[in-house]
């Protein structure tokens, strides 16, 4: 079982810059997929961002563009750099993790079960 802690969110301005980092523990392969998903207050938890165990990443139309999922595998550290901030991207951001023998592909569709705890980014106008 992998272990899965958010951290780096708070409070920025529409247009500015936070990044998120997961740090991943126990159980841990280079090789999972792993996403950001996100929920806002009153609405259902929203998948924005997944990444191959061998590369390739993924976006919702929502954050395409402005968003960059990345990996530091040496460090089991999964990144979100969210740029361009706009209001509707405050919401608690939670990484997780889809754990398969081998190297884990389409991520997309992957089903994720290894969830974190979560951490808070509010943007404000």
């Known amino acids: 079982q992998v272990r899965l802690e958010e951290s780096g969110g708070g409070s920025v301005q529409t247009g500015g810059s936070l990044r998120l980092a997961c740090t991943a523990s126990?159980?841990?392969?280079?090789?999972?997929?792993m996403a950001w998903f996100r929920q806002a207050p009153g609405k259902e938890r929203e998948k924005i961002t997944t990444?191959?165990?061998?590369?390739?990443?993924f976006y919702a139309e929502a954050v395409k563009g402005r968003f960059t999922i990345s990996k530091d595998n040496a460090r089991n550290i999964l990144y979100l750099q969210m740029n361009s901030l706009k209001l509707e991207d405050s919401a608690t951001y939670y990484c997780?993790?889809?754990?398969?023998?081998?190297?884990?592909?389409?991520?997309?569709?992957?089903?994720?079960?290894?969830w974190g705890q979560g951490t808070q980014v509010t943007v404000s106008s």
């Open positions: 126990g159980n841990t392969y280079p090789s999972h997929c």
């Open positions: 990444i191959d165990g061998d590369g390739p990443s």
């Open positions: 997780a993790a889809h754990q398969i023998s081998g190297t884990c592909r389409d991520s997309w569709h992957r089903r994720y079960n290894n």
